[in-house]
């Protein structure tokens, strides 16, 4: 497999995951997932940028991501793809990397929080990483993605991450660039 062809087939497998973690920040807002709770160290647990709307709508958008790949892929795609899934799959595969993903961020925002960082304070490597980290492990558990494709998400999503919230930021839709 090319580069070009990685880059592209690694992009299209993770793209569930992306949208999630795009959409929750788009339809976030509403009820913490903490509940305003308080962790034994008297911090809050992850904070009030994980709610349950944003959780809820990313998943779902995820899960329609998935549906349109499928869509896609039987339009003649399956050659350069390297998937065939079919719809059930998709679906699951969609849900596991876009749930996954969104518990990255949750899990991310609990160590930030232990490690004293405030809501919003970049925390770099761990802003970047436990997404895609935590969707890889979830999806695990009924695909194993091939390692190629593993490292380049681990190489590529940074990048992606930090150009999406660059570009969430000078639209308004984040409070921060990071």
Same mark, same amino acid.
């Given at each position: 497999?090319? !580069?070009? +062809? %990685? /880059?592209?087939?690694?992009?299209?497998?993770?793209?569930?995951? #992306?949208?999630?973690?795009?959409?929750?920040?788009?339809?976030?807002? =509403?009820?913490?997932?903490? *509940?305003?709770?308080?962790? $034994?160290?008297?911090?809050? /647990? &992850?904070?009030? =940028?994980?709610? #349950?709307?944003?959780?809820?709508?990313?998943?779902?958008?995820?899960?329609?991501?998935?549906? $349109?790949? #499928? *869509?896609?892929?039987?339009?003649?795609?399956?050659?350069? %793809?390297?998937? +065939?899934?079919?719809?059930?799959? #998709?679906?699951?595969?969609?849900?596991? *990397?876009?749930?996954?993903? !969104?518990?990255?961020?949750?899990?991310?925002?609990?160590?930030?929080?232990? /490690?004293?960082?405030?809501?919003?304070?970049?925390?770099?490597? %761990?802003?970047? &990483?436990?997404?895609?980290?935590?969707?890889?492990?979830?999806?695990?558990?009924?695909? !194993?993605?091939?390692?190629? &494709?593993? $490292?380049? %998400?681990?190489?590529?999503?940074?990048?992606?991450? &930090?150009?999406? +919230?660059?570009?969430?930021?000078? /639209?308004? *839709?984040?409070?921060?660039?990071?």
């Amino acid at each position: 497999m090319d !580069l070009i +062809n %990685l /880059l592209f087939v690694s992009f299209w497998f993770i793209l569930p995951a #992306y949208t999630a973690n795009a959409m929750a920040c788009i339809f976030g807002g =509403g009820k913490p997932v903490d *509940l305003n709770k308080n962790f $034994i160290d008297q911090k809050r /647990l &992850i904070g009030n =940028g994980v709610t #349950y709307r944003g959780t809820f709508f990313g998943v779902f958008f995820g899960i329609v991501t998935a549906i $349109i790949q #499928y *869509l896609v892929s039987n339009l003649g795609f399956k050659f350069i %793809l390297s998937f +065939n899934f079919t719809l059930i799959e #998709y679906v699951i595969i969609g849900f596991l *990397l876009s749930f996954g993903a !969104l518990f990255g961020d949750m899990f991310g925002s609990f160590l930030k929080r232990r /490690l004293g960082f405030k809501q919003g304070q970049s925390a770099p490597v %761990l802003d970047q &990483i436990t997404f895609i980290v935590f969707a890889l492990i979830f999806v695990s558990y009924y695909y !194993l993605v091939p390692s190629k &494709i593993s $490292i380049t %998400l681990l190489i590529l999503s940074p990048v992606v991450h &930090i150009l999406s +919230n660059i570009i969430a930021y000078k /639209l308004g *839709l984040k409070k921060v660039w990071w």
